[in-house]
């Protein structure tokens, strides 16, 4: 394997060999709601939303501030749920072999002013607009969580999504 691979509804999909992932992303949208932070991934050619797993000792909540922090320098001033993505189809692969399922919590909110650095994690930072995000480069596992956030931006769409 070459880089990390992400997977839903995948029949070839690897079979996970570490326990399942809990991890939580954040659609991050401009002060207009008219652009989306991406980053471009180091461990694939993908861009991807800011987030990451969270640890045994953290809620999911302070996981996501922290990976917030450690992904782009900046916090969060606002975070709101978009829901709980479970569906056990989901498996991300990475280099080193772990190979797991995921259950993802999605948040939409905005950074505290400022310019966001690139990680380690992260080849690079951009903003996209709603209808230039590159949807091919986007992880199979992220889509769904990005698409609710443009629901809730866009089309007022408050209910929170559970699968």
Not at 55 to 74: M, P, W
Not at 76 to 99: H, K, Q
Request: aromatic share 6%; charged share 25%.
């Amino acid at each position: 394997m070459t880089g990390a691979t992400f997977h839903v509804g995948d029949p070839d999909a690897p079979e996970p060999n570490r326990p399942r992932r809990i991890g939580a992303c954040i659609v991050l949208l401009d002060d207009t709601g008219g652009s989306v932070l991406l980053e471009h991934r180091a461990d694939s050619d993908l861009w991807g939303l800011i987030g990451g797993g969270i640890d045994d000792r953290e809620s999911i909540i302070a996981g996501l501030h922290r990976e917030v922090v450690e992904e782009t320098g900046l916090g969060l001033t606002e975070c709101a749920l978009l829901g709980l993505w479970s569906d056990p189809t989901r498996i991300l692969a990475y280099p080193d072999g772990n190979v797991m399922r995921s259950v993802t919590a999605g948040f939409i909110g905005r950074l505290v002013p400022g310019v966001p650095i690139v990680s380690d994690e992260s080849r690079g930072l951009a903003w996209y607009g709603w209808e230039a995000i590159p949807w091919d480069q986007v992880p199979p596992t992220q889509r769904g969580i990005l698409r609710r956030g443009r629901e809730w931006e866009q089309l007022g769409v408050r209910t929170p999504y559970v699968d």
